[in-house]
């Protein structure tokens, strides 16, 4: 997610963790690497600035310059001042009230109706009811992408009747499926927000009135992912992200600027294609600790619950109890390890994967 990112910050601060005193130079020295560092990877220039001027103010603050190991304070310093731009606290997906409506915007090819199917499953996990709804009347293939996922995640699904606009499909979702109790609209994917396209998102706002407008953004977009979360935040005020395709970013720069430049938060990451396997919720301090190379071994978990087969390993756990367990269910395990890009996924969580 942030090879190069994490590779070029611990270069820098490798050199400045030995130092006894820090002086001026090797402080003007590491900042300028840390800057490019985040430069390079398409981090918004003013939030470099941002994150940087506070770094530097506190580098030279007695706090850190009378410590053992000011190479060391400082990092710490830099690690707090990243969790505060990133976003300092997690933010849960609001779901108060009877039935609430979860709208899911974004331009084409960002990833938006697998983001519709993974919401699914991850609020299926944590005991609600929800149904995926498809909105985009322009697009009829749109809407067997969302019947298909839907069917895969097992939760109900309506898409749009032909003649309907997309807010008459979403009344008539509500009425049909009386046993759900959230509603997921997948909208129609834009590459421009004007015209019609602007009129139909804004008046199927007003008419499902959503607690949450989530917008959809390609990570490997970098600098274009922030540019389009400020012009959709602009004309139709979003609520949060959602970020995709992040085990594919090397760079990272969108996850770091979104939330400062907007003033919104990143809501959840996603970093596997499979619609089964369910979002995950952005947490600050975690996201920071990756970032620094430091790991995170609650995501790691995580993680590994979702990569397993679950039917394998319920089988072989029931095999276990049993004191049955034999090199055949060994090496089933290890298969499950050996797919393509599982261990590349657990690796990038683990503690200091990438210190030089």
């Known amino acids: 997610m942030f090879e190069r990112l994490t590779g070029a910050l611990q270069r820098a601060l490798k050199r400045l963790r030995g130092q006894g005193v820090l002086t001026p130079e090797d402080l003007r020295e590491g900042l300028r690497e840390i800057r490019l560092a985040l430069l390079e990877a398409?981090?918004?220039?003013?939030?470099?600035?941002?994150?940087?001027?506070?770094?530097?103010?506190?580098?030279?603050?007695?706090?850190?310059?009378?410590?053992?190991?000011?190479?060391?304070?400082?990092?710490?310093?830099?690690?707090?001042?990243?969790?505060?731009?990133?976003?300092?606290?997690?933010?849960?997906?609001?779901?108060?009230?009877?039935?609430?409506?979860?709208?899911?915007?974004?331009?084409?090819?960002?990833?938006?109706?697998?983001?519709?199917?993974?919401?699914?499953?991850?609020?299926?996990?944590r005991g609600r009811r929800p149904a995926l709804v498809g909105t985009d009347t322009r697009r009829p293939a749109a809407g067997e992408q969302l019947r298909q996922l839907a069917e895969k995640v097992g939760v109900p699904c309506i898409t749009p009747e032909e003649g309907e606009e997309p807010w008459e499909t979403a009344r008539r979702a509500f009425k049909a499926l009386p046993g759900c109790d959230c509603f997921l609209l997948d909208t129609a994917g834009r590459m421009h927000l004007e015209g019609d396209l602007l009129y139909e998102l804004k008046r199927l706002k007003e008419e499902v009135k959503p607690l949450e407008m989530l917008l959809v953004l390609d990570a490997v977009t970098g600098q274009d992912a922030v540019n389009i979360a400020q012009r959709f935040n602009e004309e139709v005020g979003v609520t949060g992200f959602i970020l995709t395709k992040m085990d594919s970013d090397a760079r990272g720069g969108a996850a770091i600027s979104i939330r400062w430049v907007t003033?919104?938060?990143?809501?959840?990451?996603?970093?596997?294609?499979?619609?089964?396997?369910p979002l995950e919720e952005f947490d600050p301090e975690r996201m920071a600790k990756r970032i620094m190379g430091w790991g995170d071994v609650e995501?790691?978990?995580?993680?590994?619950?979702?990569?397993?087969?679950?039917?394998?390993?319920?089988?072989?756990?029931?095999?276990?109890?049993?004191?049955?367990?034999?090199?055949?269910?060994l090496r089933e395990q290890l298969r499950q390890l050996r797919r393509p890009g599982v261990l590349d996924q657990l690796k990038q969580l683990l503690p200091g994967w990438l210190r030089p």
């Open 263 to 277: 003033g919104r938060p990143i809501k959840f990451i996603s970093s596997s294609e499979r619609p089964e396997v």
């Open 42 to 125: 398409d981090v918004n220039y003013k939030v470099v600035r941002e994150l940087l001027s506070r770094v530097e103010k506190r580098a030279l603050s007695e706090e850190v310059q009378r410590s053992i190991a000011p190479g060391r304070k400082l990092e710490a310093v830099l690690f707090e001042e990243l969790v505060r731009i990133l976003g300092e606290r997690r933010e849960a997906l609001r779901l108060e009230g009877k039935r609430p409506v979860v709208m899911l915007v974004g331009v084409e090819g960002s990833g938006k109706t697998t983001a519709c199917a993974k919401l699914a499953v991850y609020l299926s996990k």
């Open 299 to 329: 995501g790691l978990m995580e993680r590994a619950e979702q990569l397993v087969d679950e039917e394998v390993e319920r089988r072989i756990e029931e095999k276990a109890r049993k004191g049955r367990f034999d090199l055949e269910d």
